[in-house]
Nanobody
Framework: QVQLVESGGGLVQAGGSLRLSCTASGRTFSTYAMGWFRQAPGKEREFVATIRYGGSTIYVDSVKGRFTISRDNAKNTVYLQMNSLKAEDTAVYYC??????????????????WGQGTQVTVSS
């Protein structure tokens, strides 16, 4: 069983920045592929970014150049640095872990464990 705990959400003005953190339990964090998803009110949960076992990263087009996903395996933590925030980034953000064997990164069903979510609100 893997537990994921997110933090770092909050209220920020458009154009501002936030950094989300997600800390995982378990001794094999370095082997997890980690993802960030978000869910806005009335919408489906959507893929935002992933960092794979080898460190490669993939982003949804709407956040490219603004968001950066990274990981610190020594701290069992994955981060999402969000810059130039827009009102449309408002959502609950979830981190998720995909344990080996890895699955299609953009699918919710690919991930084995989820955090509880953290609210990000961007005021325009």
């Amino acid at each position: 069983q893997v537990q994921l705990v997110e933090s770092g959400g909050g209220l920020v003005q458009a154009g501002g920045s936030l950094r989300l953190s997600c800390t995982a339990s378990g001794r094999t964090f370095s082997t997890y592929a980690m993802g960030w998803f978000r869910q806005a009110p009335g919408k489906e949960r959507e893929f935002v970014a992933t960092i794979r076992y080898g460190g490669s990263t993939i982003y949804v087009d709407s956040v490219k150049g603004r968001f950066t996903i990274s990981r610190d395996n020594a701290k069992n933590t994955v981060y999402l640095q969000m810059n130039s925030l827009k009102a449309e980034d408002t959502a609950v953000y979830y981190c998720a872990a995909d344990l080996p064997p890895y699955n299609i990164y953009a699918l919710r069903s690919s991930y084995d464990y989820w955090g509880q979510g953290t609210q990000v609100t961007v005021s325009s």
